[in-house]
């Protein structure tokens, strides 16, 4: 009741302080005018009535101020007070004040803006129902242990699964967009019919599949994307139920999916976030042998947890091994792992990290602006003293100082937010790879919340030092010293921030360097073929004989060196394909232990992209079903399977097609040639090897053609469409593009890395050097009086400078030794994320010892110098 | 009587007024005044002590006060006690009772 009372008084006394400031005036001048009259009638006289009687009172003024300092609400007034007393002091001081906001604004909107990735990508859940229970399974066979399952393999661990009561599978191909119109290739995902029910609660319109579409004789189902629905089909509210066009059938729309419906899956499981159409895709234990294929979701059972389904998966594949599968007898494991961590383990170390530097800056900017607190708190220390003399208290004093920090935090929070939110685009703009996946990243109430703790922590921080030193306050000793003389004290405090600052700035500077390195290195390393001059698009391909057609008229072009076509060009991951492949007289062990990337091309492929033909020789376009079957493999495989004889002649065990689309089989055929290894997958990491075969023999509904032209050959599209339409004007050409474009967008990730952290070093690196040159030129202003007496007695202006200097490398030197053995634990972080350079890299640590030097060297000369030019007369003056 | 020579034991002043008022209403100077009576001059409240206390009191609920006319028809702020203002009146004699018949058993004790 009486808290309650007192709250409802406190805004009273805040809201209507005139009437109750009044109200008080009256009551108190009624008790003096009361007792004057006491007095009057005991006969003393009027005038010296007033004045007893207000001296018995104690002073009108005092008991106003005795009530208001016990007011309730009284904190609030103080605070009040406090900031626009602060308010005044920023305004009086506007460098200052710009430098420490900007500072604060840099150093919070950086962390404001990873730390809104950090949000969006490893703390908030994928937006999928029961996403926590959402686990991704990967099947081991020989060496690698992320590869996809066969049909087979699925329904046997359907049937053994108990901790999970859904497992669904997804595999995603090249297709044809539905519909009437212009052909147009999209990808298609074949889901399992639980597939999508697993990561969408209902669907847009009409129904998701469920187990009638697994029935052998159910009609061709679709399901669209809310993006195709809308550009293909103008958004028809009646779509559902309707036939539609499908490549080379019909099938009938079922439903459509919710505009935010996304497929979110780790890079590796080549599920792309662009699938645009589903169909339906029944698994069973048909084919024992079958391919592996399938990328495996499953959902825990309630109340179950990885362990346990890891456990039962383990024992699972020993039973599925005996099975007399493709994993007889090799080491069949199936991992489980939950969807999220699995999708954000690539990118996961590099926001670490990044979330780390910018902390770093944080910190380095703290120092800075606490530095500068310091300085002025003992410009203002006889303001200070003299306060604390007239009666303010110490705590108040210290209050006083920790607003004024606070309002310098809340005001660079602001403009953090501005220019974190900035950062957000322009890193979502910059689209690094990794982050595709997470475009969703805003200023949530989460990120807010962080940045106000931070904006709240970082102020104390920075805030603490002047306010410590008020409460070391000695009025006698600080009253009498000049005020210029009172800085020398605590100079202990400046110089080990300093000294924290280049320590922090050289360990940023160190990652920074090898982060470049490994762009330069990435920049630089060979792919196994060359961009230069070749131009790319992508065609549907209605058989052999157009598509042959097709490559001997673009050939044919003016300007054309060289054309030919891949089922998958490089750096190009997205729907890929790959196997288990085992040359003649392999074990059963041997038969699931080396995998390869499965890949169809025409002859020429690689005198066009630039590739080496180490050995044997390239297709021929007699290489086809009719004639021995053959194959090409790379280097990498070559050195797997045969490494001690030459693989030219030798027989391989592939799966391949010749009685066309879509029945491939296992068959032999023949190494007719060994290429060098060509990077797929990303620029610098050998993920597999790679099989080569003609297209006769392995048909693929769609086919990249790749031409090298002459340089500065430009225009080459609508020739090709031309070329392409007079074959047959329905083959539809998509992906119109440079191989350069490919490459640049393996170089995307790095680049990006590289950047943010030149970045944010610079800033260390400038933030750092602002520190050591503040801090200096403070102390050459603080002793210009010393100085002058130095230079009067004989000092050289030389060992004038040198002393300024020495200055200086005193806190510079320590940063350096504590920045190199904090190196010692920081940089192996990093190697993860480089290419081509060792976190111990010496030459990286010359060449950034040498850049810090050179940097602080300036910081330290500037004020040097100005300590030199000092006149030694006017410096005596000055006093 | 010399002023303010019994120093107010922290928590006194407040049942001190209370009591002072009790079912009556009266303005600053009649507090200050009745409680001198009431104590027979052992305290002495001043201004600078009571409206702090008097303000304190109001805003917690305990008294309540009124613009009113004096006996020399000055304007003056009268102070009544509230509901709240009689039970803590209450409340806190019981209390001051209690620890005052211990305090004098204690020293009693040899």
């Known amino acids: 009741m009486a808290v309650l009372s007192r709250i409802r008084a406190a805004f009273r006394n805040l809201l209507h302080k005139r009437q109750v400031e009044d109200r008080l005036d009256a009551e108190v001048r009624s008790y003096t005018d009361m007792l004057a009259d006491e007095k009057i009638a005991a006969g003393v006289s009027p005038s010296e009535a007033r004045r007893n009687a207000i001296a018995e009172a104690g002073g009108i003024e005092q008991v106003k101020q005795a009530v208001r300092d016990r007011r309730a609400g009284i904190g609030f007034e103080v605070f009040a007070q406090d900031l626009r007393y602060a308010l005044r002091q920023l305004r009086r001081s506007p460098g200052f004040a710009a430098l420490a906001i900007v500072t604060l604004a840099v150093g919070i909107g950086a962390n404001t803006a990873i730390f809104s990735f950090v949000n969006a990508v490893l703390l908030r859940p994928l937006p999928y129902p029961n996403a926590d229970r959402l686990a991704i399974l990967w099947s081991g066979l020989g060496y690698s242990n992320r590869a996809p399952f066969s049909s087979f393999e699925v329904f046997h661990i359907r049937q053994r699964a108990t901790q999970f009561d859904q497992v669904a599978g997804i595999w995603v191909t090249n297709g044809a967009l539905p519909g009437d119109g212009p052909a147009e290739q999209i990808k298609v995902g074949d889901v399992t019919s639980n597939f999508l029910p697993l990561l969408c609660p209902r669907p847009e319109l009409g129904r998701l599949f469920g187990p009638q579409d697994d029935l052998e004789n159910a009609p061709n189902a679709l399901i669209l994307t809310h993006g195709v629905w809308a550009r293909r089909f103008g958004s028809d509210p009646n779509i559902v139920g309707k036939s539609v066009r499908f490549g080379r059938n019909r099938a009938t729309v079922i439903g459509v999916l919710p505009q935010n419906f996304r497929l979110i899956f780790p890079d590796d499981a080549s599920v792309p976030p662009n699938v645009e159409v589903f169909s339906s895709l029944p698994v069973g234990p048909w084919e024992p042998q079958g391919p592996a294929f399938l990328h495996v979701i499953a959902r825990l059972r309630n109340g179950s947890n990885l362990v346990a389904a890891q456990t039962e998966m383990n024992t699972a594949a020993a039973e599925i091994n005996k099975l007399g599968g493709r994993a007889s007898m090799a080491n069949f494991s199936v991992s489980v792992f939950a969807l999220q961590a699995d999708d954000v383990r690539e990118v996961r170390a590099t926001l670490l990290l990044l979330f780390g530097g910018v902390a770093l800056v944080l910190v380095i900017g703290c120092a800075n602006i606490a530095n500068l607190l310091m300085a002025r708190a003992r410009q203002r220390l006889r303001e200070t003293t003299i306060r604390a003399a007239l009666g303010a208290s110490r705590s108040r004093l210290a209050r006083q100082f920790l607003t004024e920090s606070l309002l310098l935090g809340a005001l660079g929070a602001l403009a953090a937010l501005v220019l974190g939110y900035a950062a957000i685009r322009a890193i979502l703009a910059a689209r690094p790879p990794s982050f595709v996946n997470f475009d969703n990243v805003t200023l949530d109430w989460r990120v807010l919340a962080f940045t106000f703790v931070v904006a709240i922590g970082t102020s104390v921080l920075f805030g603490l030092a002047p306010a410590m030193a008020v409460r070391r306050l000695d009025l006698t000793r600080d009253l009498k010293e000049s005020n210029r003389h009172a800085g020398f004290r605590r100079r202990h405090w400046t110089s080990l921030l300093v000294s924290a600052e280049v320590a922090l700035a050289f360990v940023l500077l160190l990652s920074t360097g090898l982060l470049m390195r490994t762009f330069i290195n990435i920049l630089h390393a060979d792919p196994g073929f060359s961009a230069d001059n070749v131009f790319t698009f992508r065609v549907s391909v209605p058989g052999y004989a157009p598509l042959h057609l097709i490559q001997q008229k673009l050939a044919a072009l003016p300007g054309v060196r060289s054309a030919a076509a891949i089922s998958h060009l490089p750096l190009d991951d997205a729907g890929n394909w790959y196997d288990y492949y085992y040359k003649e007289g392999a074990s059963a062990d041997e038969q699931n232990s080396v995998m390869a990337d499965h890949r169809s091309i025409l002859p020429g492929y690689f005198t066009t992209i630039g590739a080496t033909l180490q050995e044997g020789r390239d297709f021929t376009d007699s290489d086809d079903a009719q004639h021995q079957h053959v194959v090409l493999i790379d280097d990498v495989l070559a050195r797997q399977l045969w490494p001690n004889t030459s693989p030219i002649g030798q027989k391989l065990n592939i799966s391949d097609s010749p009685a066309g689309f879509y029945q491939f089989q296992r068959d032999w055929a023949v190494v007719v040639g060994v290429v060098h290894h060509v990077q797929y997958h990303s620029l610098t990491a050998i993920v597999r090897p790679q099989i080569y075969v003609p297209y006769p023999l392995a048909p693929r509904p769609s086919m990249s053609f790749v031409l090298h032209t002459g340089a500065g050959v430009t225009n080459l599209a609508d020739a090709a469409r031309r070329e392409v339409a007079s074959v047959n004007k329905d083959i539809p050409i998509t992906h119109v593009e440079p191989l350069q474009l490919l490459v640049d967008r393996a170089h995307a990730e790095s680049r990006f890395a590289s950047l943010l952290a030149m970045l944010l070093s610079g800033l260390a690196l400038v933030l750092a050097s602002i520190g050591i040159y503040g801090v200096l030129s403070y102390s050459v202003a603080q002793r210009t009086t010393e100085i002058g007496i130095r230079m009067a007695i004989g000092a050289p202006r030389s060992q004038v400078m040198r002393m300024i200097l020495a200055d200086g490398f005193a806190w510079v030197l320590p940063g350096l030794t504590a920045g190199f053995v904090l190196s010692l634990f920081v940089t192996p972080l990093l190697e993860r994320l480089l290419y081509g350079v060792k976190p111990g890299n010496a030459a990286n640590y010359i060449v950034i010892l040498v850049g810090v030097l050179i940097v602080c060297a300036l910081a330290a000369f500037l004020p040097a110098r100005r300590a030199m030019k000092i006149d030694p007369l006017t410096a005596l003056r000055y006093e | ?110």
């Open chain 2, 1 to 110: 009587m010399v002023q303010n020579q019994t120093t107010l034991l922290q928590g006194t002043l407040d049942l001190l007024i209370l009591k002072a008022i009790g079912s009556g209403e009266f303005h600053g100077l009649g507090i200050s005044r009745r409680i001198e009576q009431i104590t027979h001059g052992t305290f002495q409240v001043k201004p600078g002590s009571l409206f702090p206390a008097l303000h304190r009191m109001e805003e917690a609920g305990w008294l309540s006060s009124d613009w009113g006319e004096s006996e020399n028809n000055r304007r003056a702020r009268f102070y009544r006690l509230t509901k709240t203002g009689h039970r803590q009146l209450g409340a806190e004699t019981a209390q001051w009772i209690k620890v005052a018949v211990a305090m004098a058993n204690a020293l009693k004790a040899t």
